[in-house]
């Protein structure tokens, strides 16, 4: 999967993104410090369309993850994905 790979050289371990076998989402768990809250609103801040896991929850603490949709994309656009993620992580 395009988006793994990319994700994984790119990111260098800052996330870890689920490898999907099919569908039109994966996870990617967040693996430093940073809120999945914040890292996804300077994304979108950025063009980038993603959404936190953990505006799911309410009771119960979840692992900060992001929620990445690959369906239709084209790989430049996931590798220009990749690319716009990296720079929020580094900010």
């Not at 009771?59 to 716009?84: D, W």
Request: proline content about 4%.
């Amino acid at each position: 999967m395009l988006l793994k790979e990319a994700a994984d050289r790119h990111l260098k371990g800052a996330v870890d993104v689920v490898r999907a076998a099919s569908g039109m989402r994966t996870i990617a768990w967040v693996k430093t410090p940073s809120s999945d809250i914040e890292i996804a609103a300077r994304a979108r801040s950025l063009g980038l369309d993603l959404t936190a896991l953990s505006q799911f929850t309410i009771r119960y603490p979840q692992q900060p993850a992001l929620i990445l949709g690959f369906a239709g994309c084209t790989p430049a656009e996931l590798r220009r994905g990749v690319s716009v993620l990296a720079s929020v992580e580094n900010r």
